[in-house]
């Protein structure tokens, strides 16, 4: 068995469609090679509309046209059997769902269907994955949404006599009662306030740990990633731009646009402008040439307008795609303060 | 000095659950408090998750009628079964955000036609060319424009597009009261912040009043007047922003408080929360009897007879 659980190569998917009459192609995951290792816990982040959830829509086996994968593999291996999810048929996809592979969608509660009862929901997923039936079934379902602070009765509600960060909550339950080798999650929870945030993660953290499972989860709350991910990437129009061990990714940034994205974090007690970045997001339909973040990058020069930098390696574990990287400095006092000290 | 809106003692329970496990939830008891029309204001809701914010929301757009209390905007007494007139002429006044804009939209419905018919509906408008720029130009506070969504569906656009869709389409009518449920839930922090901008400026260049409902106490310290704080249904305490999150004195206020993840210990893996707090917390929110007090500095907290 490796310690990789997922290998991500030169993966290529495009939004392909015919709009009126003129072809136009959305770049949404634009030539992405990663990988995540078993038992650890992976954040990304990025700008909207950089491709976020696209790209782990393609992870998730859970594509459909135009969306449509252009080039590359991902590649899962569960227990020593590799399984390529961007040729599988579906049967072998659906073999894996729930029990190996989970996919927690952004805002979407499709899962949920709205006449049904939450309860048969859970009979629906996971009463066979988890071989139970009857009272031992409903008793670790009840169990398990205790641990995401949900009482027994969410069971008999239909999913529009919950709040929104209730029924945020049963898709979590939903996806982990299952206890899957690989979790995939977007923006899970973003509907929670933040006592019960911690909980939810919490949970998510206890049963990566258990299982010795992997999650990647996005997210644009940057707190979060700081106190969950062992590793975060960032996504900038389409292509993954830095990724690194994540205290490194906040007080040593090797990449201009993650040091904005940390330094525009509002705080409590703080009514201080934040730094805005200049201009619009990139099209992606027509992305900039050379390096997608330049008509933005404060660093620019001219190298950077005209040539595609690589994602090269300039530590253990942490890689940029930056032509200036030995020049981002993180861009807060608060980060910068701690900078030194920290990675001493 | 005349009232935009006034909430009064408004509760509202739900029965949920089949015949035989019939259940009653008190998703909002007791709620009370006023925005006045010449004090245009940022008043934020935050609070746990199912204490009642959306509910609270609903009632105020008249989509869900209160079990007990009254609300009225602008002297009137709000409910959808108003006469139609009545009601479309408040619905062009208080705009929503929903909170979740996956479910807020119809699947099968063009952006841009949802955005052209709150423009034709609410301004009266009929030329193509002067929806157009209406849609355009409040596309564009967002961070959008008409040509980015131009013929798409909500599930052709990112989330943080879509949330700022929704805005958008609130913006169109140019309402005096904005009700915003989570409205930047799923946007990166500089959007967010531009969005939050947005919101003061509504208020402070044109005198829009904005009920911030949010999960986020940073942005609700960067640009709220008053917030209220909710647990099971209740506001515990209720006052200037800065002064409460500044110095939270309920016991579940100072919860969130300390509960705020921070990034200066990035990659310690710190989740954990001091038990003793969530078990005092959690303890009051079952207390049966307990009413708001007033302390000196303004600001009204709740307190519980006999503990
Ligand atoms: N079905 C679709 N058809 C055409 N374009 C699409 C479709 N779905 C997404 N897109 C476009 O692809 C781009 C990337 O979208 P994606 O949803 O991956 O962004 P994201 O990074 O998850 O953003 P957010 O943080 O706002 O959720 C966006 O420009 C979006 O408009
Ligand atoms: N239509 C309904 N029928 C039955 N119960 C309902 C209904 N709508 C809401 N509730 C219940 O009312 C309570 C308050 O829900 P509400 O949606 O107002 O919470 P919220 O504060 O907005 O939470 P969140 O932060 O998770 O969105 C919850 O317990 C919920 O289950
Ligand atoms: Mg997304
Ligand atoms: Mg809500």
Redesign the interface.
Known sequence: MTQDILKVNGLKAYYQMNYFGVEREVRAVDDITMTVRRNEVYGIAGESSSGKTSFIKVLAAAIRPPFRVVDGSVEYDFSGRTIDVTTASEEEVEAIRWKHLSYIMQGSMSVLNPVRRIGKTFEDFAARPLGLSGRAFRERVVGHLAKLKLPPNVLNAYPHELSGGMRQRVTIGLATVCHPEFIIADEPTTALDVVVQKEVLSLIRDIQREMGAAVIFVTHDMSVHANVADRVGIIYAGRLVEEGPTREMFFAPKHPYTAHLVASLPRIGDTSQRPALEGRPPNLADPPQGCRFHPRCPLAVDKCRREVPPLETVGKDHRTACWRWEDVEPLDHVHQAHSREAMA | MSTLLEVSHVSKT?S???LL?R?HVQAVQDASFTLETDRPEIFTI??????G??TLARMILGLELPSEGEIRFRGQTVSHKAPRAERLAFMSHVQPVF?????AFNPLKRIDRYLASTARRFLDLSDESAIDKVMDEALHKV?LSLAEVH?RYPH??????LQ?CAIARALIPNPPLLIAD?PV??????????IVNLLKALRDDFGVSVIYIT?D???A??ISNRIIIMQKGRIVEMGDARTV??APEHPYSR???A?????????????A?DPEM?RVAGELAAAPSSHLAERPDGRLVRVYEGA
């Open positions: 739900f949920m659950g089949g496990s259940q935050i609070g746990e998750s199912g204490s914010k959306t909170q979740n804009p996956f479910e961070g013929g052709e656009l990112s989330g943080g597009q700022r989570e839930s799923m946007v990166d922090a500089s959007l967010r912040m531009s999960h106490l940073a942005t310290y960067y999150l500044e919860l969130l408080k509960s705020v993840l921070s990034t200066e210990d990035a990659g310690a893996g710190k989740l929360t969530v």
